[in-house]
């Protein structure tokens, strides 16, 4: 079955750095994308950006230009989201979620558990 | 960027009732929304794509109907294990956007 699996909670003070994985299994990971998506207590979930996982090509959201990278490592069917300068309001949980093709569209059908990063002086 | 505003923020129901969950877009997009559920320490599911089509194993009491700028979410018959936070979601425009959420509660 398909499992994203994420690495665990976080505790950065501001001005750092901080990095997050995502382990899949159950399927092939170069055939589906990798979206990065936060949520603030209490908000909505946020898109941050998504890798290809079978080429490597990224795109981020304006909001997070020059702060974010998400890479992958296909021999361990891992991404990995790197924020830095991280200040108190990047306080969130982070998700990993796998991209799929319905119909002629792509939505997120399988999501990790989150991993919350804390970010406090 | 397109922002989605979901009403009301909280709807106050019994089981049985009938809900039903509004999805403003601030633009007509002519793509297609998702709605997800999500429920207290859990992960978003998804309920409904391409504004009408129920995910595999979503009961048929849930329907999503709209078009433009105006979308809805319809829970024809609350059970217990429906109180949850609904989002709606597009990504026909980019940057991908979500709504703020509508939490459906136990009156």
């Known amino acids: 079955q398909v499992q994203l699996v994420q690495s665990g909670t976080e505790v950065k003070k501001p001005g750092a750095s901080v990095k997050v994985s995502c382990k899949a299994s159950?399927?092939?990971?170069?055939?589906?994308?990798i979206h990065w998506v936060r949520q603030a207590p209490g908000q909505g979930p946020e898109w941050m950006g998504w890798?290809?996982?079978?080429?490597?090509?990224?795109q981020y959201s304006q909001k997070f230009h020059g702060r974010l990278t998400i890479t992958r490592d296909t021999s361990a069917s891992t991404s990995y989201m790197e924020l830095s300068s991280l200040r108190s309001e990047d306080t969130a949980l982070y998700y990993c979620?796998?991209?799929?093709?319905?119909?002629?569209?792509?939505?997120?059908?399988?999501w990790g558990q989150g991993a919350s990063v804390s970010v406090s002086s | 960027e397109i922002v989605l505003t979901q009403s009301p923020a909280t709807l106050s129901l019994s089981p049985g009732e009938r809900a039903t969950l509004s999805c403003r877009a601030s633009?007509?997009?002519?793509?297609?929304l998702a709605w997800y559920q999500q429920k207290p320490g859990q992960a978003p599911r998804l309920l409904i794509f391409?504004?009408?089509n129920r995910a595999t194993g979503v009961p048929a009491r849930f329907s999503g109907s709209g078009s433009g700028t105006d979308f809805t979410l319809t829970i024809s018959g609350l059970e217990p294990e429906d109180f949850a936070v609904y989002y709606c979601?597009?990504?026909?425009?980019?940057?991908?956007?979500f709504g703020g959420g509508t939490k459906v509660e136990i009156k």
């Open positions: 979620a796998r991209d799929s093709r319905y119909t002629t569209n792509y939505y997120f059908d399988y």
């Open positions: 890798i290809n996982a079978g080429n490597g090509e990224t």
């Open positions: 633009q007509s997009f002519s793509g297609y």
């Open positions: 391409d504004t009408f």
């Open positions: 159950g399927y092939t990971f170069t055939g589906n994308g």
């Open positions: 979601h597009q990504r026909s425009i980019w940057p991908i956007t």
